[in-house]
């Protein structure tokens, strides 16, 4: 007898559709499973015959073949589980086959017959072609997230094989959840001064222009970069499917109490490892931190301390929005579009040039780390100084996150009266369309790249943070020289760190 | 170029041959170009030798002055722009020097030369953020008058003093260590480059010397042969910049000292100088006055900035009195964030201060 059902296994972020069949016929007794699983799922056999052993039902003593079509996809995991145990139950006839049409199942079986859950659930339910879908009671709440179809939720296997067969009722629907909690992101009004720090966060929010901030431990270069989500608008609802996707994919918890609707903060350690960062690994190409930043921001703490090849590996993602990543047999795309926020020391001391004990060489071999190009990428760049002890004990309330939103907000509608979502992402043409220059812009622009202070990247670069600025304080269409210049202050080249002390 | 400034530099291209060598050579030949056969032919006379000269090193030289061709020489010389000066040239400057280099390589402006006045900035590499602009001002106050500006192309006061000078279009001699085609330290090659096309860069060693330690004291002996005065920015308590103070005072030469903070290790030299009886440089126009009879130099702060509008004028008068953050600015002046940041890159693309991310002072 043959019998079939619909599943679907993850590579990077998104479920691919997984149809598993199952043969028992006559013959000696057996059990194989073939198209291409790996180990854990290979191992999907012993749990299943054992699971349903304790759930009361029958092995049958017959050939029994397990095929996971198509079988030039590679599946892995234990998410079949609960599919190849309903086909089988379903083919050796001790629930009706008919039961099993327009059906999808994900889920893994413990030995007693119990379901568990299973990472990446919205990207599974989104990917299975189906009219309802049974899925393990933990977590479940992501699958309607995905699914468009009927969404039932059950503890063990029993209960399921029960509910097909009309033996006892259904599991029960799970529903989707509405209104997603958000979390409550820290406020800039906790931040004491930092004048200059504020206001470069503040285009870097309503530009999306990447940021790079150096200072000594403990001047708040952390606290700031913590602060920047909230000032961010919430994400677009395809990007909120695709941000839940690819931190389901990911395993990280958030997602089950509705999609993300808050742009997300990652901000890695420098342990990590490049297939971390970037995403892959050997099995099914988990997304890289870059990828869980996707929409929101990627804080890179102390970049002098991670290896140069990591940050340098950044720079094709920093420029596509998205990465690809490459292996033997196959290679997934995953979306990496972060606002990229680094922090670093002035030296390994720490202390910069005032008391600075590090040695000229020691320094230089520090700020070396950086390369060039990196460094380019970075729109603003600004030193964070511990604020004046003044500022601690005034009584002048700092200006809430709300409020910086708010402007935000308001350049970005006008960034997507451009057609884009901010201003960082246009092109030259545009820029020469939507950020004319005056003459004494120009002149500005000129003398700076006659000075080697810019390079060409950095000329379009240097005119969409000026956009940005002209776009906060709602000046006219053109920038003129004084809104440019105020763009190539925040672009200091941070000669005492990187240019040596001379 | 003839034949005995050719041989000159033949010489000084030996093994271990530095200055002392290079003078004891010619003291038993004095003219180059016949030292030269000499030394080829084996005529030498080594059995008088200084310490050190053995006669493995004299067979060393005999061999190598046989393979030294003057043509290559030449073309070598005229290729990297380098001229040759020797004690019967008009412009040498060593005439009634003490311990007179026998050679002198030569990149720039000759001219420079001609100008009697002159006056040493020097000081350790180690050095704080205020000497570095106190070395920058006294470079540029005395370049202002026309006063050649003699240093020794180092990091830190050196390479500011020269900077000082450089950004008014001023006078200045760098004194180093190696050859000539030899950029030391790598990260001054800026500064290399642009006081050789517009000022003068000397040295004693031959092209290609790496900038060897030895090198260095003889180097310090020509910034004191070479200013009427010496002023010390900063030093620790030992170092070079004491070598060219001994050397100044064996000259009869004055040694000024920037007096310091007694808790800052880099004016521990310095302080020590002005107790020894260095007289303390207070202000670049005493010393102008006091050396060169210059005087009338409060115009050279108020030529600068007299052209700037209120707000920038402003910025600037309290940048000379120290170096402030960003946000205490803005607050003190009571400007909105973008339009600082505007004066900022204006004020720094006129070289009048530089800012560094998040504090401005000024440009050095």
């Not at chain 1, 050796?92 to 990446?120: F, M, R, T, Y």
């Not at chain 1, 699914?147 to 067969?165: N, Y």
Request: charged share 20%; hydrophobic share 40%.
């Amino acid at each position: 007898m043959l019998a079939s059902i619909n599943t679907a296994v993850i590579q990077g972020y998104e479920g691919h559709p997984v149809s598993v069949e199952v043969h028992v016929s006559n013959g000696l007794p057996g059990y194989t499973i073939v198209g291409l699983p790996d180990t854990s799922c290979r191992e999907a056999r012993d749990r299943v015959r054992s699971a349903i052993l304790s759930s009361g039902y029958k092995w049958p003593q017959k050939r029994v073949t397990i095929n996971l079509a198509p079988s030039s996809l590679r599946k892995e995991g234990a998410v079949v589980d609960l599919p190849i145990a309903l086909a089988l139950l379903a083919a050796s006839e001790q629930i009706p086959v008919e039961a099993l049409n327009s059906l999808g199942a994900v889920g893994e079986l413990g030995l007693d017959g119990s379901l568990k859950k299973v990472p990446g659930l919205i990207c599974l339910a989104s990917a299975i072609n189906a009219g309802s879908l049974i899925v393990p009671s933990e977590g479940a709440s992501e699958a309607p997230l995905g699914f468009t179809g009927q969404v039932r939720s059950a503890e063990t296997l029993a209960e399921v094989a029960g509910g097909l067969a009309g033996l006892s009722e259904m599991p029960g629907v799970v529903d989707v959840v509405k209104n997603s909690k958000c979390l409550q992101q820290p406020d800039m009004s906790d931040v004491a001064g930092q004048g200059l720090a504020r206001w470069a966060l503040e285009v870097s929010a309503a530009g999306g222009h990447h940021m790079l901030m150096v200072g000594p431990p403990g001047s708040g270069k952390t606290m700031l970069a913590k602060r920047l989500p909230g000032l961010l608008p919430d994400l677009k609802l395809k990007d909120q499917i695709t941000v839940s996707k690819i931190h389901s994919a990911a395993g990280l918890k958030e997602v089950s109490e509705g999609l993300i609707k808050r742009p997300p903060f990652r901000s890695p350690h420098h342990g990590a490892s490049m297939v971390g960062i970037l995403g892959g690994g050997t099995g099914a190409m988990r997304p890289g931190e870059i990828s869980c930043a996707h929409g929101g921001v990627l804080f890179i703490d102390e970049l002098g301390e991670y290896p140069s090849r990591i940050i340098d590996a950044l720079r094709t993602p920093l420029e596509e929005g998205v990465i690809r990543v490459s292996r033997a047999t196959r290679s997934v795309t995953m979306p990496a579009g972060f606002l990229f926020i680094g922090s670093m020391n002035p030296c390994p001391c720490g202390k910069g040039s005032t008391d600075c004990r590090c040695s000229l060489s020691q320094r230089k071999r520090y700020s070396r780390r950086l390369s060039g190009p990196i460094l380019d990428r970075f729109d603003l760049r600004i030193e964070v100084q511990p604020p004046n002890p003044v500022v601690f004990f005034d009584d002048k309330p700092n200006e809430s996150s709300d409020a910086i939103a708010k402007r935000v907000i308001n350049a970005r509608l006008l960034a997507a009266g451009r057609g884009v979502n901010c201003n960082s992402e246009l092109s030259g043409s545009q820029l020469e369309c939507y950020a004319p220059l005056t003459d004494g812009a120009k002149n500005v622009l000129k003398h700076a790249l006659e000075k080697g202070e810019i390079s060409g990247r950095g000329f379009k670069r240097v005119r969409s943070v000026a956009r940005t600025i002209a776009d906060l304080l709602g000046a006219g269409d053109s920038i003129d020289s004084q809104t440019i210049s105020a763009a190539l202050s925040l672009r200091s080249p941070l000669k005492s760190v990187f240019e040596g002390e001379q | 170029m003839n034949t005995n400034k050719l041989a000159l530099v033949a010489l000084s291209s030996l093994k271990s041959v530095g200055p002392k060598r290079l003078s004891w050579l010619l003291s038993q030949e004095a003219n180059p170009a016949l030292a030269f056969k000499k030394l080829r032919s084996g005529k030498l006379d080594y059995l008088h030798s200084p310490r050190g000269v053995s006669a493995d090193l004299v067979r060393n030289w005999q061999q190598s002055a046989k393979k030294i061709d003057f043509d290559v020489l030449k073309n070598r010389l005229e290729l990297e722009s380098v001229k040759i000066l020797c004690s019967s040239d008009d412009l040498w400057p060593f005439k009634n020097d003490v311990e007179p280099p026998s050679v002198m390589f030569a990149k720039g402006d000759l001219s420079l030369l001609d100008n009697v006045n002159s006056i040493g900035v020097i000081g350790t590499r180690r050095c704080s953020s205020l000497g570095k602009r106190v070395a920058f001002e006294f470079g540029r106050d005395f370049a202002l008058e026309n006063v050649n500006v003699v240093s020794g192309l180092a990091h830190g006061i050196d390479g500011a003093a020269h900077k000082g000078a450089l950004s008014v279009y001023g006078p200045t001699i760098a004194v180093v260590g190696g050859g000539l085609d030899y950029i030391y330290p790598k990260s001054n090659t800026k500064l290399w480059e642009s006081i050789s096309k517009s000022g003068l860069i000397l040295s004693e060693s031959p092209l290609g010397a790496p900038p060897e330690k030895w090198r260095f004291p003889a180097r310090n002996r020509l910034i004191a042969a070479l200013s009427k005065a010496l002023v010390v920015v900063e030093s620790h308590k030992s170092g070079g910049s004491l070598i060219t103070v001994d050397e100044c005072l064996e000259r009869d030469k004055p040694v000024f000292a920037v007096p310091g903070s007694i808790l800052s290790p880099a004016s521990e030299g310095t302080n020590r100088l002005i107790s020894d009886g260095a007289v303390p440089a207070l202000k670049s126009s005493e010393l102008l006055d006091e050396l060169f009879q210059i005087s009338d130099t409060a115009k050279i702060q108020n030529n600068v900035i007299s052209n700037l509008d209120p707000v920038s004028q402003t910025i600037l008068k309290m940048c000379h009195t120290s170096q402030y953050h960003f946000d205490v600015l803005a607050d003190e002046l009571g400007l909105a964030t973008h339009i600082l940041l505007s004066k900022i890159t204006e004020l720094s693309h006129l070289g009048h201060i530089s800012w560094d991310g998040s504090t401005v002072s000024v440009a050095n």
